[in-house]
C-alpha cells in the first residue's frame, strides 16, 4: 500500500509542477498597459494582457517571461515564488518618441503566432460560433473543410456583433485602408508585409478584417497616428492566429 502511494505521488508531483498559473499586470509611466504580448520561452507559450492590463499564463518558478511591444521596450523575467504568491507587477518602458523618429523599416518586428499561440477568449468565440454555425463556415462546394475567406467573414460578423457602439467617428473602411497603405509614407504596404508580417497574398483580406474590428476613422488624423498603429498590431496579431490555427490549408492550396 504505501509503495502504492508513493508512485501515485511520484507520478503526481511533476503535473502540479506544471500546473502553475501567473496571473500578473502590466503598467507604464502612464498606467496600465493593454495588448501586450507576453511569452512564455521556457514553455512556448504566449497571451496578451486585456483592456485592464490583466493576464494570465501557464508557467512554473524559473520559466523566462518576455514582454513585447512595438511601442515598448523587450523585458526577460525570470519567475521567482513571488510571482505566484499574489498578482505580478510588471512595469515597461515605453519607446514612442523613438519610433516616431526612425523610419517604418527600422520598426520592431511583430513575431508570427503560431498553433499554440492565441488569445483565448476570440479563439473560444470562434470555436463555438463554427460548431454552432456550420454552414457559415463551409460553403456548399467546399472540398478542403474551413474556408479562410468565409472564416474571416464570419468572424468579422462577431466582432460587431459584440461591438455595440454609437461612435462620433464612422469606422475605418477597406477603401480607407487601402488608400492609406497606398499613400502614407508611414503606414505603407512594407509596414503591413514586413513589420505586421502580412502574407503578400492576405493583405486585402486583412484590411475586411481591420473593417470589422470597427476602428474608429477619428485615428487617421496625423496626430493618432501612433494609436492606429496600435489597432494595427492587434489586428494583425488576432489576423496571424486565424491564419495559423485554420488558414494554412488553404495557403497551401492557392
Partial sequence: MRQLIFFVLLFCLPTLQYAQTLKGIVYDANGIVKNIKIHNKTQNRFTISDEEGLFSLVAKVNDSIYFESVFYHGKTIRLKPS????????ELKEILTELDEVEVKEEAKQPIFHQDTYNYELQEL???DIKNNPHLYLPENATYGVDLVYLIGAVVKLFKKNKKRDPVYQPITYKQLDSLFDNSSFFNKQLVTESLEIPEDRVHLFYDFCEGRQISSELLKEEKKMQLLEELVLSSQLFLILL???GQENINKD
Avoid: C
Fill in 83 to 90: 510571482h505566484f504568491e499574489d498578482l505580478a507587477v510588471f
Fill in 244 to 246: 495559423e490555427e485554420y
Fill in 126 to 128: 470562434i470555436k463555438a
